[in-house]
């Protein structure tokens, strides 16, 4: 069987090595200055006393929180607050210029290969914090995986009109959904466009109908209680339980900075390609499988197989756990 991937090369290599760097430190900026997204402020109360406020807001709805009234310490934490905030911003302003000279680079020189808007939902997950409960799986994994080996899939082998969401419910999400409409609200951040089916709970498709579905495990003493949201919200779409996902959810980890067409970049997390092999090949031999979709799944299988063994050899089969 041919190989489903060529490599990228020299001027894309280099490009891509050099987004990567930049990357790094552009996403460390934008969690830094997420730090200090309060405001800090002097407010005198009603009795015209004075006291440092910090401002926060979320959902359009702002709180205040005094800090203490005006003092040494307090002016010594106003200054030090204000100090580092104005630091973060120079920083991440400073570094977002130099993002959008290498988003130019990359779409130029025609480095990366993943849907822009795969590339923005996963920016929308990365800046919410769900992205930690959240992984990608199925075709679009596959663009992870070529970025980390430096090639590029044949596009008949990674076109697909959807993108999966496996999310980990064994644990409820510590977080406050930065979105009054929950996750989907979070989609819409990526594309206004994008609606609820009426006709599937768990899906959501956009006006050119790329569709975004929510997965959630079937199996577990506990799964049958575990919540259906990532955040309880009556708008906001549901996961569906799927068969095999504890086996996934169990699988090593794969997260790697991939590359839009538009050359944006975000950071995927997703399964091992060695997990996502086996898996493959196990739907690629249910007898309720579509044929055509069984066809496409062991195609993939292979791909990734042989990129794995010529591009990642330290990664053995052998160490993976037996698909159940």
Not at 52 to 81: C, E, F, H, Q, W
Not at 117 to 136: A, Q, W
Not at 205 to 217: E, F, S, T
Not at 251 to 258: D, E, K
């Amino acid at each position: 069987m041919p190989l489903e991937y060529r490599p990228l090369d020299d001027d894309s290599v280099r490009a891509y090595t050099d987004a990567l760097q930049l990357y790094d430190a552009y996403s460390e900026a934008r969690a830094e200055r997420k730090k200090y997204e309060r405001r800090m402020h002097w407010q005198n109360n009603a009795g015209g006393y004075k006291y440092l406020v910090a401002t926060s807001s979320l959902n359009g709805r702002r709180t205040n929180k005094s800090l203490g009234p005006d003092s040494d310490d307090t002016r010594k934490i106003y200054a030090t607050y204000t100090e580092a905030q104005a630091n973060a911003i120079s920083r991440l302003k400073a570094l977002e210029a130099q993002y959008e000279r290498v988003t130019r680079i990359n779409r130029a020189i025609g480095v990366g290969s993943a849907p822009s808007i795969v590339v923005d939902i996963l920016r929308e997950l990365e800046d919410s914090g769900i992205y930690k409960k959240l992984i990608i799986i199925g075709t679009n994994a596959m663009y992870a995986y070529g970025a980390a080996a430096k090639v590029r899939f044949d596009t008949t082998v990674t076109a697909t009109q959807d993108l999966d969401l496996l999310w980990d419910s064994r644990a409820r999400i510590q977080l406050v959904s930065p979105d009054p409409e929950g996750l989907l609200g979070l989609l819409k951040r990526a594309d206004p466009t994008f609606r609820k089916l009426a006709s599937q709970g768990y899906t959501v498709a956009n006006a050119r109908g790329y569709q975004v579905d929510l997965i959630k495990r079937n199996e577990g003493f506990n799964a049958e209680i575990e919540p259906y949201q990532p955040w309880k919200n009556e708008q906001d779409f549901w996961a569906v339980k799927t068969n095999n996902m504890d086996w996934l959810l169990s699988a090593p980890r794969f997260s790697q900075v991939i590359v839009g067409v538009s050359g944006k970049m975000a950071t995927m997390h997703t399964v091992d390609p060695r997990a996502f092999v086996l898996f493959k090949l196990w739907l690629s031999e249910q007898s309720n499988r579509d044929p055509g979709k069984a066809r496409r799944d062991l195609r993939q299988a292979h791909a990734v197989k042989d990129l794995v063994e010529e591009w990642m050899p330290h990664r053995s089969f052998s160490e993976l756990a037996p698909f159940p």
